[in-house]
């Protein structure tokens, strides 16, 4: 089963402009994580933000998370061609001392030049 | 350093044939994961290891098995192989951070499997 809701599935902006990704969950997480994908790649660690925080920023990446609504947004601000990439969200869950995360099925972003 | 290598990169295999894929990391990580990737899946989690000698069952762990004997190396089989298990597969793998709470997760290059 499917932890992690992305929404939108797809999206196209203009180099430049700001993205925004939302993931919404289902049971009580101990962390989250965002990875982007390239096309026929693995996935790359971008962020994680741990269920006591509810803001944290890298670079141009601004990451937000509210456990009472269980949901978390990415926001991706001054976009680049580059970032045209797969996003995933995934959430800790279980115990501390296993790692485990369970994935979204992703937003698919464009952008374009 | 290479960090997450996964061998082989392609394969094609037929209904009932074998085969096993390897992943090795040399980060000294203590977890290791295999997760399949199917088109608008997501990824999900087949088995995962968390030290030397051990596995357990993942999200969708039948028709897989798996094998920790090193610490680097973390061995997905498929017995029996079926068209199903047609896939893109990735490995993983983590430390534990001092705190306990957090993983981020190092990811393969993915092997592409598809089952005839």
């Known amino acids: 089963s499917q932890q992690g809701e992305e929404d939108p599935q797809a999206l196209s902006i203009q180099e430049g402009e700001n993205a925004t990704m939302n993931c919404s969950y289902k049971t009580s997480i101990n962390n989250l994580q965002w990875y982007r994908q390239n096309s026929g790649r693995g996935l790359v660690h971008l962020i994680l933000i741990r269920s006591n925080e509810r803001e944290k920023h890298s670079g141009r990446l601004r990451v937000t998370l509210d456990t009472s609504k269980k949901s978390s947004s990415l926001l991706i601000t001054a976009s680049r061609a580059a970032d045209t990439a797969s996003y995933f969200c995934a959430t800790g869950v279980g115990s501390s001392n296993t790692g485990k995360l369970i994935f979204g099925q992703g937003t698919t972003l464009q952008v374009k030049p | 350093n290479a960090g997450v290598t996964q061998t082989p990169k392609f394969r094609v295999l037929k209904t009932g044939q074998s085969m096993t894929l390897l992943c090795a990391q040399d980060m000294n990580h203590e977890y290791m994961y295999w997760y399949r990737q199917d088109p608008g899946m997501g990824l999900r989690l087949i088995h995962y290891?968390?030290?030397?000698?051990?596995?357990a069952k993942g999200e969708v762990p039948d028709g897989y098995n798996v094998s920790r004997l090193k610490k680097q190396n973390f061995l997905l089989g498929l017995e029996s192989a079926a068209p199903s298990q047609t896939s893109v597969y990735f490995c993983a793998s983590s430390r534990r951070t001092g705190d306990g709470w957090s993983y981020e997760q190092y990811f393969g290059p993915g092997t592409r499997l598809t089952v005839t």
């Open positions: 290891s968390v030290g030397e000698g051990t596995t």
